[in-house]
């Protein structure tokens, strides 16, 4: 399912100032927990900084959650939509038991600053359709959610924190939940917490605007990227090309004593290409609405892989 979104809607006018500053103070919180987790998102935006100047822009935050008893998209959603941001198309990955969904922000217009204080990021949600899970790992997932009691209402307060809703889980239901579905195992122990960012490449001043060089300017600072489906994913039409790291990993201590080493979050890489039409505009002319929109499946599913065993324990080409 493609989500290529040529025609968008109009976007809901810019936030009035204090709504804008507050909201912009929330995600700012939940970017420092983020950084503060993520050694590999945190050195990689300095090193953008210091070889292109102060011009990132993020393309879009995502989060994880678990889609039972309002547990899933919707509890994290209404924080966004109450700022003005709309929904746009869902996507679907059966074979992961997904869905997700898009939110394209407010009126962008007269920002001046960058990062979190630049023009807002798109709001990608994602959640696990845990009715589609064996019946051994839909009982985990629940004894959980029953002792959040209404955590669900508080989903950006905790993603601002980093705290889990829950009770913190013993490391042999992380295991269970692993040995099915890495995303269910990842949601358990990081709960609402930001899964990545994306920085906007097309939006840098530098050479490394471009993402195949700023690719390899990550690998030659000695990174790791996800190799799934090619270190370049790129949407059929082929003007949406993204990349990502591989997650970082942590030390956890689970809730019987064990510690272990969990997958935290990682950063992404997004290109979005000027659509057909607007080819002929001059380069200086060319702005967001003039480029590709919205997501794709085929290179989502991808990504999603950042966090999995298997590119985690990947040696580095």
Known sequence: MAAAAYAPPAPADALPKGADSFFRTVISNMEKVYLSRNPTAKTILELV??????????????????????????????????????????????????????????????????????????IFISELLVDELSPQSQDIIQKYIRTSGKGNKHATLASTSGELTWEKPIYSDFQVLSRESEYAAWTLVNGYALNHTTISTHRLISDIRSINKFNKFVEDNGFKLNSEGGILKVSPDGLLQQSST????????????????????????????????????????????????????????????????????????
Do not use: M
Request: aromatic share 16%.
């Open 49 to 122: 900084r210091s070889y292109d100047g102060d011009h990132i822009c993020y393309d879009h935050f995502a989060f994880r959650t678990f889609g039972v008893d309002g547990y899933g998209i919707k509890s994290l959603a209404e924080f966004f939509t109450d700022f003005g941001y709309v929904p746009r198309e869902e996507l679907r990955f059966p074979a992961k038991k997904l869905r997700a969904l898009w939110f394209s922000p407010p009126t962008n217009d007269g920002y001046t600053g960058t990062g979190v204080y630049g023009p807002l990021p798109r």
């Open 246 to 317: 591989v997650a970082d990993s942590a030390l956890f201590t689970f809730a019987d004593g064990i510690t272990e080493s969990i997958p935290r979050s990682y950063i992404e890489f997004a290109e979005r290409l000027v659509l057909p039409q607007f080819k002929d505009l001059p380069n200086d002319e060319v702005n967001e609405h003039h480029r590709r929109d919205g997501f794709e499946v085929g290179n989502a599913d991808k990504i999603f892989e950042s966090t999995s065993n298997d590119q985690l324990t990947r040696r580095s080409a």
